[in-house]
């Protein structure tokens, strides 16, 4: 791993409750409509890159799929995770600690059925590891599965947690995970963060093609 970039978000998420995180969402909405559109079965495994403290991974829990897993470079942020979801949900959860950019564990993942984005991508500025994260993705997505990718619009901000970003729009995000995907449905979304200031972004749902 980076340990630069794994100190910065392990510093981040020690020092920070969840709902003092600018992106942080008590209803992941707008990933919900999207993962609503897939046909997905519960026994399939599903992947959350970049967990986080999401809810994205309660929901999963409570729609009842049986294959979780979540994956973040920061170990902290998994732990605060697990402690509130408590260990009988936090059970039914695989947790991954890897850098997407320099995956090991994720690699070595098969069959998934859906690929959970929310604001990981827009922060790999190297074409390294922009090439990193398309690689593992392509090789970890079963055919006809899906994508769920979520950054900031084009609109949106420039900098986040002291990082700068990259900002998507959905012609963009086609053209970098190419023509083996399908674009199914994108939307513009405005996240407010606990501020009340508003964050523009940009949701896509692809498929990859058999």
């Known amino acids: 791993m980076d340990k630069s ?3 910065h978000w392990n510093e981040i998420y020690t020092y920070l409750d969840a709902d003092e995180l600018t992106w942080y969402e008590e209803n992941p909405e707008a990933s919900i409509s999207l993962m609503s559109k897939c046909d997905i079965n519960k026994n399939e495994p599903v992947l959350d890159v970049g967990a986080g403290e999401s809810t994205f991974i309660d929901h999963l829990i409570d729609q009842g799929f049986k294959d979780i897993i979540a994956i973040d470079i920061s170990e902290v ?3 605060k995770l697990k402690e509130r979801l408590g260990e009988e949900k936090a059970s039914l959860v695989r947790w991954i600690a890897d850098d997407i950019t320099r995956p090991v564990q994720t690699r070595n993942l098969s069959d998934i059925a859906l690929w959970h984005d929310r604001a990981v991508l827009h922060f790999l500025l190297d074409e390294e590891q922009q090439d990193a994260y398309l690689s593992t993705l392509k090789k970890v997505v079963k055919k006809d599965g899906y994508v769920i990718i979520a950054t900031f619009s084009l609109k949106g901000a420039q900098k986040c947690s002291g990082l700068e970003i ?7 995000l086609a053209k ?15 996240h407010h963060m606990p501020s009340g200031e508003p964050r523009p972004y940009i949701y896509t749902l692809f498929q990859k093609n058999k």
């Open 5 to 7: 970039t794994k100190e």
């Open 77 to 79: 942020a998994l732990n």
């Open 166 to 172: 990259k900002n998507y729009d959905h012609n963009m």
């Open 176 to 190: 970098f995970l190419g023509d083996n995907f399908s674009l199914l449905e994108f939307f513009d979304y405005t």
